[in-house]
């Protein structure tokens, strides 16, 4: 490794190459560091951050960076648009009527150049992921680009490509009214953005509307100088999808009031009155295949829905008492959350590498002290080299 070997490759062909990860590769030390370099940049840019942040770090050379920064582009557009295109076709024919409504809805505005705020607002089930899906097929089928973004960490997991909020916009955790994202213009980042023909964004009822305050100033901005720059849409004319359901969890904001949460919604934004609302009420996962139970499966969706329309319980000044019925509770406490676990996963060890196996299971919990319960708890099962993972 440490010896210089003889480079037959161009400059260029080696970059991409060493980049992509060529086997028997013959390089030299300089060249392996500027090519480790490259990838922790990689890494940072994904994330938003650069090596240039961090002075006292060397930069790796600017032919092997122009490759990494068009990277993140082509990571949006590395798709079979053929395959898509017939992908395309069996999604469109299963679209339920409501489905296709918003589908028509999305893809009109994205066609029509003319920029677009909707806000889908549905309960669990009822086929959104199914929608983007068939929407971003739609798009990148054509070679555009949609960026899929979604409010927590777990949900990044059901999407090709979905980034976080956060990450994907470079949002500061913490914010306030006068917080920025810090995109600048002309980076590969803003160019992503501006080149994207759709942002698709789950679960936007969780998170403070501070965070699209400051994104519809940064996309503003990004976007001044590219051709679909409107002045007098929000978020200078991109079309944006939201998606939520003000039912389920607000943005958690510490210690302060009901009221303070429901005014740092999204709903309660000045962007509001410019969403379109959609909604989509069926819930799919009761109208398809065969189930037994199905019947069981209807009320339990029912009470559910009763739960977060507040119609579940006696309410008294805003808060409810809602029974929760025995063949659903965990009775022994001292054994709830082992018993939760080898439930929800069982035989974990034989499990560690099968795909799906993390992407279908979750344990919802609601404070950090029981998620750090939770993960002490499964970790300590796991082999020592996965110790150090967290859940999301
Ligand atoms: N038009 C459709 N034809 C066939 N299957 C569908 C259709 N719409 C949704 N589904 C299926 O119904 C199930 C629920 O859909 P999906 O996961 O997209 O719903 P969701 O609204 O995202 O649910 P959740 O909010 O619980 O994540 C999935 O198995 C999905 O493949």
């Known amino acids: ?17 060493a980049l992509l990860v060529v086997q028997d590769l013959m390089i030299s030390e300089v060249q392996i560091k500027d090519i480790i370099l490259a990838k922790i940049e990689d890494l940072l840019q994904s994330n938003g951050k650069s090596l240039k942040e961090y002075c006292e770090m060397s930069y790796p050379p600017e032919n092997l960076v122009s490759i990494l920064e068009d990277r993140i582009i082509m990571k949006e557009l590395n798709f079979d648009v053929n395959a898509l295109a017939s992908e395309l076709g069996e999604y469109l024919e299963k679209l339920i009527d409501e489905q296709k409504f918003t589908y028509d809805q999305i893809i009109g505005a994205v066609s029509g150049n003319m920029g677009g705020l909707f806000f889908l607002y549905g309960q669990g089930g009822c086929g959104k992921i199914f929608l983007w899906s068939t929407i971003s097929c739609s798009i990148r089928a054509k070679g555009g680009i949609v960026l899929n973004i979604t409010s927590s960490g777990i949900a990044t997991l059901l999407l090709t490509n979905r980034r976080t909020a956060h990450s994907r916009f470079k949002i500061p955790l913490t914010i306030n009214e006068d917080s920025l994202c810090s995109i600048k213009q002309g980076s590969p980042l803003a160019r992503l953005i501006t080149k994207a023909k759709l942002i698709i964004w789950d679960e936007a009822s969780m998170i403070s509307k501070y965070c699209y305050k400051i994104l519809d100033k940064c996309l503003r901005d990004i976007l001044r100088c590219s051709d679909s720059y409107n002045a007098h849409l929000p978020f200078g004319g991109k079309v944006i999808i939201f998606e939520g359901d003000f039912r389920q969890i607000l943005s958690v904001i510490r210690r302060d ?31 398809l295949g065969e189930n037994n139970n199905i019947q069981e499966l209807i009320n339990f969706a029912e009470w559910l829905l009763n739960i977060g329309d507040d119609l579940a319980g006696d309410t008294i000044d805003g808060e409810s008492i809602v029974r929760i019925p025995s063949d659903i509770l965990v009775k022994n406490s001292e054994i709830a959350l082992d018993g939760l676990i080898d439930f929800l996963y069982p035989d974990i060890l034989s499990n560690l590498s099968v795909e799906n196996y993390f992407k279908d299971r979750a344990i919802l919990a609601p404070t950090l002290d029981c998620v750090t319960d939770v993960n002490n708890k499964m970790t300590a099962e796991l082999p020592t080299y996965l110790d150090k993972k967290e859940s999301t």
């Not at 037959?8 to 991409?16: G, H, R, V």
């Not at 009031?257 to 009761?286: A, E, G, P």
């Open 257 to 287: 009031s009901r009221q303070d949460i429901i005014q740092s919604s999204i709903n309660s934004s000045y962007l509001w009155h410019n969403c379109k609302v959609l909604k989509l009420t069926k819930n799919m996962k009761l109208s």
């Open 1 to 17: 490794m440490a010896k210089l070997m003889p480079l037959t490759l161009d400059k260029e062909s080696f970059s991409q190459r």
